[in-house]
């Protein structure tokens, strides 16, 4: 049977959510046509307005529709000399959360993935190096998943942060290992924090 | 910490779709934002063009952007004398993928719930008391949920058949094809057992 051919387009562009597959995107389809009208034109507009608005901090990357994001435009954020090293913009939202930490973020973005063409440039790591150079910064942490990736990215941007002569430290291990930062709860993601352990120079 | 107004708005905003809540809005937000900005694109026009386009189908009621849906205007249909009233498009849709019934359908739209206001004219019942006087049907097949107000309005659309003179059937509840006893619920294999037939000695 062939449904419209505006609902059939609703339900392939709602497959781009992540976790929605055909079913649940038909589900979504109808119940908005059926019931949620004003909600979907709501939806329309505010993907429209964000994906128009929204771009990147100036100087931590993170997603925003200023120049610089609210946090390093806060003044005793800059003087804190903290700079924390994120994967993702929920990353930055979980450690805000706990209410532990009072500095500036570095959002990578992602993080190195060499199999997948994904090289220090394309996080971000130019533009780190450059302001490690240029700042006041008196300690990087490393917040980056404990995967794979985020290790190898971590010890990364550990060497960078020591060739600048700016003590390191890595987020500790109260992250289950294998966990994505975004999903550990706030106790555990505070501990992670207080118990974070310096980097020594080698 | 505040999310920019834009992203708020858009979580806010994804949180219409069903079993959608904060956090999955949020995760949909940033990957959005992150690494599908055309797709985002591509939902929010769909959005507007169905809620613009998608309309009912003057003869069965189901989503459709035609006047008449393709099913209602398929002469086999027409001629077939059958009409299966079903709560939802879905419902039409997942019985035209059993491949089983070629007649038309009547999509009420939901049911009847007296305590939340819904009655007879809100669901059609007004239209389909009009079709049965004026149209050849000569089977009418009742194929609402087995729950207490499909089973209501099951009810209620058998009398105005009655009243039609036009033979009227339900739909079998059961054990699902394929499915374990044990597993199923107390309602379903109460049906199934008063539900059962005799086999013939042959
Ligand atoms: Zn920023
Ligand atoms: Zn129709």
Redesign the interface.
Do not use: D, H, N, W
């Given at each position: 049977?062939?449904?419209?051919?505006?609902?059939q387009?609703?339900i392939?562009?709602?497959k781009?959510?992540?976790?929605v597959g055909p079913k649940?995107a038909?589900?979504?389809?109808?119940?908005?046509?059926?019931r949620?009208?004003e909600?979907?034109?709501?939806?329309?507009?505010?993907?429209?307005?964000?994906?128009e608005?929204?771009g990147h901090c100036n100087d931590c990357r993170t997603?925003?529709?200023?120049p610089q994001?609210?946090?390093c435009a806060h003044p005793a954020r800059q003087q804190s000399g903290m700079l924390c090293i994120v994967e993702?913009?929920?990353d930055?939202?979980a450690i805000?959360?706990t209410g532990q930490y009072q500095g500036r973020y570095f959002v990578l973005?992602g993080h190195l993935s060499p199999l997948d063409g994904i090289g220090p440039e394309d996080i971000g790591l130019d533009v780190l190096a450059q302001r490690l150079s240029s700042e006041a910064i008196q300690e990087i942490i490393l917040a980056t998943n404990p995967t794979v990736e985020g290790e190898a990215t971590a010890h990364y941007i550990a060497e960078l942060a020591r060739q600048a002569h700016i003590k390191t430290s890595r987020i500790a291990h109260g992250v289950p290992v294998g966990g994505e930062l975004?999903y550990v709860d706030q106790a555990t993601l505070g501990h992670a924090f207080s118990g974070r352990k310096i980097i020594e120079a080698n």
């Open positions: 049977m062939q449904l419209s051919p505006a609902i387009e609703l392939q562009a709602l781009v959510l992540p976790g649940s038909q589900r979504m389809a109808f119940q908005l046509l059926e949620q009208r909600g979907a034109q709501r939806l329309a507009q505010a993907l429209t307005q964000a994906v608005k929204v997603l925003t529709e200023s994001c609210v946090i993702t913009p929920a930055v939202l805000e959360q973005m975004e």
